[in-house]
């Protein structure tokens, strides 16, 4: 089920008007390109922006089952299900790829196949994933499973045996398809806390096989409960051309707190801006259990009732993962550790997880 929450504020924006007649527009699409002269027609606007950050993707159930003949994924572990992390969090430089899966701060929890599949790579290294498995399913996903303290049974003692004819302890190893066959359930690992992890906990993917795009696991085959709206705790706008202001300033962009809770919020200041600005939203999820902070999956911007921006956190392309920097504010990410999403597509962003509306700015 999609829950969608607004966050209604109004907005001030005086426009220098292009046009001859010098007529006011709600949104003045045409006119919203950076190169736009500057005009004595000067055309006060009163805008309503309305912000809908999702938790969900509308209708995922039967979009995994049908269009995608997904199967049902089972937990890979025995534990309530429990995130530290979810898909497409904005995290430093990148989006997660995948679901943190808390292991009650432990080690040694067993790891099973979520589905009937085959292992497809075993990759061991001191860095990233540390001791990772991928299995492939007839689905046409692959499963990840990154972080294991190690790896039991006949997968375990395959393992060992490669890395014993490759004489070292690092690998990256993909066995013939149906070499190491697992049933749904059968255990392969134990949980851990290898590679570039922060403490004990399973990283769960589920990616494409056939271009290894990184796909949302909750929309996959993978529940995780959610009833929690998403939280919106501030807006920020920019400036984007050399005639546009953020009152105050004469070049900077401004950000405004935002009030309220259970998915109703509102700015106590009404901001002011003039010419084409972008804005950008502080807001992250959480779930039912455990409190961390997550990733939202949708946003979308309206104008007067008119969508105006959307952007759907819907895969990961590992290609262009590095464009996370583009789409949130970089600084603030850094420097403060606040999830402001970009609701403007800067000329940079090669990021495909944009909407058809324009997306320089608002005017
Ligand atoms: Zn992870």
Not at 151 to 158: D, F, Q
Not at 227 to 245: A, C, F, K, N, Q
Request: hydrophobic share 35%.
């Amino acid at each position: 089920m999609t829950k969608a929450y607004s966050l209604n504020l109004t907005v001030l924006a005086v426009a220098l008007g292009t046009d001859s007649l010098g007529t006011t527009h709600p949104i003045d699409l045409p006119t919203m390109s950076a190169r736009r002269p500057l005009n004595p027609t000067v055309s006060l606007q009163i805008c309503r922006f309305t912000i809908l950050a999702f938790s969900t993707l509308n209708g995922s159930e039967t979009r995994a089952q049908s269009s995608e003949g997904t199967s049902r994924y089972i937990a890979p572990m025995d534990i309530p299900v429990e995130l530290s992390g979810n898909f497409m969090e904005p995290r430093s430089d990148h989006f997660h790829s995948g679901l943190d899966i808390r292991t009650q701060g432990r080690e040694g929890i067993p790891v099973k196949a979520v589905a009937d599949g085959w292992v497809s790579r075993i990759k061991i290294s001191p860095w990233g994933y540390g001791k990772a498995v991928y299995i492939d399913h007839a689905d046409g996903h692959t499963t990840v499973y990154g972080h294991l303290q190690q790896l039991t049974g006949r997968v375990g003692e395959a393992c060992l045996d490669h890395q014993y004819r490759q004489k070292d302890f690092s690998i990256d190893w993909t066995p013939e398809k149906g070499a190491l066959s697992l049933k749904q359930g059968e255990v392969f690992a134990l949980s851990g806390n290898t590679g570039g992890s922060g403490g004990p906990h399973l990283h769960f993917e589920v990616r494409r096989t056939g271009d290894q795009m990184a796909l949302d696991p909750e929309v996959h085959g993978f529940a995780v409960p959610d009833r929690v709206p998403p939280e919106i705790h501030g807006v920020r706008l920019y400036p984007l051309t050399d005639s546009s202001r953020c009152a105050p300033y004469p070049e900077k962009a401004v950000g405004y707190a935002a009030h309220g809770a259970s998915g109703q919020y509102t700015l106590k200041v009404t901001p002011m801006a003039f010419g084409t600005v972008g804005l950008a939203v502080n807001t992250f999820d959480r779930y039912d259990n455990g409190g961390a902070k997550c990733g939202v999956r949708m946003i979308e911007v309206f104008v007067d009732s008119i969508r105006h921006f959307s952007t759907t956190l819907d895969h990961v392309d590992f290609n262009l993962n590095r464009y996370c920097n583009a789409h949130m504010d970089y600084g603030l990410s850094k420097a403060q550790k606040m999830d402001y999403h970009r609701c403007f597509r800067q000329p940079n962003n090669k990021l495909r997880i944009y909407g058809k509306e324009p997306k320089e700015g608002l005017s």
